[in-house]
Nanobody
């Protein structure tokens, strides 16, 4: 099982970017998906999450500017980022919770999976 993130890049303050993350592999089910970020010298923090029931949660610093959504089938998640600020500069990681997948003819897993990260740089 892998998560492939894309969409990062360099943008001026006030601009927009859309991040996408797709899960691949013989996935049976997964719980919520989300986006986290880690700025240089800082700990990784939650940006936005979306549950299996499409309940969303946002960090207070991005509420009203970022929107998280999932595709159907629910193995892809997107993050629409608007009104970007220099403090949004970070490596953004996507996450899939409690991924259960097929290995041979058996179900296994039940743990979180992380993508490789995509860099977002917002210039002032």
């Amino acid at each position: 099982v892998q998560l492939q993130a894309s969409g990062g890049g360099l943008v001026q303050a006030g601009g927009s970017l859309r991040l996408s993350c797709t899960a691949s592999g013989r996935i049976h089910s997964l719980n919520g998906m989300g986006w986290y970020r880690q700025a240089p010298g800082k700990q990784r923090e939650m940006v936005a999450t979306i549950s299996k029931d499409n309940v969303t949660d946002y960090a207070s610093s991005v509420k009203g500017r970022f929107t998280i959504s999932r595709d159907n089938p629910e193995t892809a998640v997107h993050l629409q980022m608007s009104t970007l600020k220099p403090e949004d500069t970070a490596v953004y990681y996507c996450n899939a919770g409690r991924v259960i997948y097929w290995q041979d003819n058996y179900l296994t897993g039940g743990f979180d999976v992380w993508g490789q990260g995509t860099l977002v740089t917002v210039s002032s």
